[in-house]
């Protein structure tokens, strides 16, 4: 009884936390997104209101962002840069769920 009862509050907040829609994100190099630059580390990232909130212990910055999905699951966490070194979108590997920043050039602008 007390197993079924420890796995069942194991699950629903497994399902709380899956839910939220927060992703780990490790940048491995510094960025910059919206004009804001994001020192290389690791990094909480969720969709709020239209903005991707970026945390990272006690700093938090907000930025225009939109969540994306894909038919298929993405097999690692990969991120999308400009050629000035700006961070254009993350997908989350294990996820069907990519964010891209909003002030971000289309790759095929100006072509």
Excluded: C
Excluded at 26 to 46: F, H, I, M, P
Excluded at 67 to 91: C, H
Aim: aromatic letters at 8%; charged letters at 20%.
């Amino acid at each position: 009884m007390k197993k079924t009862l420890l796995l069942s509050f194991v699950f629903v907040g497994a399902t709380a936390f899956a839910s939220s829609n927060t992703f780990k994100l490790n940048l491995t190099r510094d960025s910059v997104v919206e004009g804001k630059t994001l020192k290389a580390g690791e990094y909480k990232v969720s969709i709020e209101n239209g903005n991707a909130v970026i945390k990272q212990g006690r700093e938090t910055i907000q930025v225009p962002a939109r969540e994306e999905s894909e038919a298929s699951k993405f097999p690692t966490t990969s991120m999308m840069y400009q050629d000035n070194g700006i961070l254009r979108e993350v997908s989350f590997g294990g996820t069907h769920t990519k964010i891209v920043f909003e002030g971000a050039v289309p790759m095929n602008a100006g072509q």
